[in-house]
């Protein structure tokens, strides 16, 4: 199909929830995707931050290809071995307690505030202003931003926000309070670390209210900022974390892993999905993750993270950059962030995304090399050059 048929095709058929940038992805590799007329654009952005390990890591491949032979789905109803190996493997990295599968970042949210109101009937959850949770109702009820909440109002009851402040996590959390849900580092709103301070101040203020204090890493999580985890590095193991995007490899899975404190609060029948830590994800889950956990690889991400930061925050028109790892947002002076993604697509065939008026967002591929960083430097400051003279 041609592009324009495939833009008619698109208005006609699916309902309009994207603002899509104009660009047809027919193939990946790596670092790079192709259109439909074989022009390759570097990939700076991972379809945020999902294909981490770049476009059709051969681990991965193989291992969909594999289980797709031997047995795709049998259902929650049954024992299988690769979700339950893969829980096992996500515990082990990370808190030590259990796993719910889910099928994508939102449904990993939806499990933590059940598994954190079943332990605290009744509970409220507090989660962070400008954080974001995803689009379900409950994760949308956690996620305070107007404009995504008010069409769809009455929220879910029982949420609360507070400020990124301890004095007002302080006056928001209380005896009342199931769970604290943050995200060690806000992504959707233009990647905003949360101090580790703050963070340590969340724990003890958490642990004082017996409330749950939860981390959102959908984002931050499978390496994305260095560690395995994001929290790895702040000083505070919360009760749980929840993942998704990069850890299926590239296929829909979503995660919660608990520490021991919540690892029985769900019961039995409290919750379920058909699909959920199927035998294909779960086996492409597992290659991922045995790629990402690896401390060569996640050394490297931190290198080629401060290289890229440091590379940025020298370019004419960028007033501050953000981030860890390869998780990077920075903010331009133009004002015009979405202007400028839509130039560097069309001039410097290179994706990059805007998080709002001012800032640009960088998830690049962990797996990126030396000369594809040095191209992306060269590809994003042209870009910014370009658009700088246009506006
Ligand atoms: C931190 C965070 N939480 C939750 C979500 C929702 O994930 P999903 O889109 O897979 O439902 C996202 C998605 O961007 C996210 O970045």
């Known amino acids: ?53 770049g476009h059709c890591h051969p681990h991965v491949v193989e291992a969909i290809r594999d289980q797709a032979r031997t047995l795709i789905h049998a259902s929650n109803l049954f024992y299988t071995e690769p979700g339950i190996r893969l829980a096992e493997r996500l515990s082990a990295s990370s808190l030590g307690g259990k796993v719910v599968f889910g099928n994508s970042g939102a449904e990993a949210i939806e499990a933590a505030i059940k598994c954190a ?21 409950g994760a949308l009820s956690a996620t305070h931003q ?56 969340a724990r003890e203020i958490c642990d004082r209210h017996e409330a749950a204090l939860i981390f959102d890493e959908i984002q931050t999580g499978m390496g994305r900022t260095g560690t395995l985890w994001a929290y790895q590095t702040t000083g505070v193991t919360p009760d749980a974390i929840v993942t ?55 050394g490297r991400v931190n290198m080629l993270g401060e290289r890229l930061r440091e590379a940025i925050l020298l370019l004419p028109g960028v007033t501050e950059v953000r981030g860890r790892g390869l998780m990077i947002g920075f903010d331009i002076e133009s004002g015009d962030a979405p202007g400028m993604v839509n130039a560097a697509l069309a001039q410097q065939r290179v994706l990059i995304n805007a998080t709002g008026p001012n800032t640009v967002r960088l998830l690049p591929p962990l797996t990126i090399d030396d000369d594809e960083l040095a191209e992306a430097i060269t590809r994003v400051a042209s870009a910014l050059a370009n658009h700088a003279a246009h506006s």
């Open 244 to 298: 998704a995007k990069a850890l299926g490899g590239g296929l829909p899975i979503g995660a919660l892993i608990t520490g021991e404190r919540l690892a029985d609060s769900l019961q039995r029948g409290d919750h379920g999905s058909t699909f959920a830590g199927g035998p294909v994800v779960a086996q492409a889950a597992l290659a991922a993750l045995a790629v990402t956990d690896d401390q060569y690889l996640l």
């Open 1 to 53: 199909m041609k592009f324009d048929q495939l833009q008619a095709a698109d208005d006609a058929n699916v309902i309009g929830t994207y603002a899509r940038l104009p660009l047809q992805v027919v193939r990946g590799a790596g670092s790079w995707v192709w259109d439909g007329d074989d022009n390759q654009y570097l990939d700076l952005l991972c379809g945020i931050s999902v294909t981490s390990l």
């Open 117 to 137: 109101r079943r332990a605290k009937q009744g509970g409220e959850i507090v989660t962070l202003e400008n954080g974001f949770h995803g689009r379900t109702y």
């Open 146 to 201: 107007e404009s995504k909440q008010a069409p769809f109002a009455p929220m879910v009851p029982g949420f609360k926000a507070a400020a990124a402040s301890v004095e007002s996590i302080e006056q928001v959390v209380g005896p009342q309070t199931a769970a604290l849900i943050i995200e060690p580092i806000q992504g959707e709103s233009g990647v905003h670390p949360i101090a580790d301070d703050l963070l340590v101040a």
